[in-house]
C-alpha cells in the first residue's frame, strides 16, 4: 500500500529500470507537500478574508516594522511582479482601506504605502491564525525532523544566489 509517488516510482522502475529515482521520489513528495501547506495557508487566510497576495502585501508592510511604509518600488521587488500588477494589487487594499498611499516626500516621482490602523489589526489577527493552522499541519512531523528541515533549507545552494 504505497500512495502515488510510490506508483510513479513503480512504473519508472519498470520502463527505466537502470535510473536512479532516489532524488525523484523526494522532489515528487515534496512538491506534493508542498502543495498540500499551500492549500492549507490560502484556506486559513481565506476564513481570514484574504486571498495570499493580500496578505503578502499587508505581512511585508507590518514585519517591516513602524511606521508600516515601504515604497511601491521596495514592495513590488519584495513580491517580484510587475508595476502594473502591484498598482492593481493596492487598488483593492485601499478599496478595503488596509492600506494608504500618499507621495514620498524624499522623491517627488515616488509613493510611500502605509498599512493603516485596520490593515495593520487585520495582519496581526491572520498571522496568528496562520501560524497556529501552520503548526497543525506540521503536527505529525516530529520537532527534531522540522529543526533538520530548517537548517537544510538555510544552508542550500539556492540561498546563496537569493
Excluded at 484556506?43 to 513602524?66: H, I, K, P, Y
Excluded at 515616488?110 to 495593520?120: F, K, N, S, Y
Excluded at 501560524?131 to 512531523?141: I, K, M
Aim: charged share 30%; proline share 4%.
Amino acid at each position: 500500500m504505497g500512495d502515488t509517488v510510490d506508483k510513479i516510482m513503480q512504473q519508472w522502475r519498470h520502463e527505466r529500470p537502470e535510473l536512479d529515482l532516489a532524488p525523484m521520489a523526494v522532489t515528487a513528495r515534496l512538491t506534493r507537500l508542498a502543495a498540500l501547506l499551500e492549500r492549507g495557508v490560502d484556506d486559513t487566510l481565506a476564513a481570514q478574508g484574504l486571498a495570499s497576495w493580500e496578505f503578502e502585501v499587508l505581512a511585508s508592510l507590518r514585519r517591516n516594522g513602524s511606521p508600516f511604509v515601504l515604497s511601491v518600488g521596495r514592495l513590488q521587488s519584495t513580491m517580484m511582479i510587475s508595476s502594473g500588477t502591484m498598482t492593481h494589487r493596492l487598488d483593492r487594499l485601499e478599496k478595503r482601506r488596509l492600506v494608504a498611499r500618499a507621495k514620498d516626500l524624499n522623491d517627488r516621482r515616488g509613493i510611500q504605502v502605509a498599512l493603516t490602523p485596520d490593515g495593520r489589526t487585520l495582519i496581526d489577527q491572520v498571522i496568528e491564525a496562520r501560524l497556529a493552522r501552520e503548526r497543525d499541519l506540521l503536527t505529525p512531523l516530529e520537532n527534531d525532523h522540522q529543526t533538520q528541515l530548517v537548517s537544510c533549507a538555510g544552508n542550500s545552494p539556492a540561498k546563496s544566489g537569493e
